[in-house]
């Protein structure tokens, strides 16, 4: 958009929403990976509070409820991309429905990352950050 308006003196009209959808699927995608590396809002002075028995219930309890969001995230995301699938977004000629897939793909995901997280806490161990 910038190459265009300033070099090509004419700004695409697709270019804002080009980037608005990219957007989304970073996002979505950044959301899921936060959720693999545990780097979620959590409830960290508590658990450091807690009693060790206490805090094993604390975290499984946080794996869960965030298992049950991305659950809820994937299906009601993919409810509303099928119901607005056969809509058009007028600059990008493709279907309305590409705006909510990511956010379904990124709930399936976090309901992964959240079952791993839950095996690990059963056997013992943390989940290793992606990146080592």
Not at 2 to 26: D, M
Not at 44 to 62: H, N, Q, T, W
Request: with cysteine; hydrophobic share 55%.
């Amino acid at each position: 958009q910038v190459f265009g308006r300033y070099v090509l003196n004419n700004t695409p009209t697709w270019a804002e929403s080009l980037a608005l959808l990219l957007v989304l699927y970073v996002t979505m995608f950044g959301v899921a990976v936060g959720v693999r590396d545990a780097g979620h809002i959590g409830l960290e002075s508590f658990l450091v509070l807690a009693p060790d028995g206490l805090r094993l219930k604390m975290e499984y309890l946080i794996h869960v409820l965030i298992l049950v969001f991305g659950a809820a995230m994937a299906w009601n995301c993919a409810s509303l991309a099928q119901s607005v699938w056969e809509y058009r977004l007028p600059t990008l000629f493709i279907s309305e429905g590409w705006k909510y897939v990511p956010a379904s793909i990124a709930g399936v995901l976090i309901v992964l990352f959240s079952i791993e997280h839950i095996i690990a806490l059963a056997q013992g161990r943390e989940v290793e950050p992606a990146w080592g």
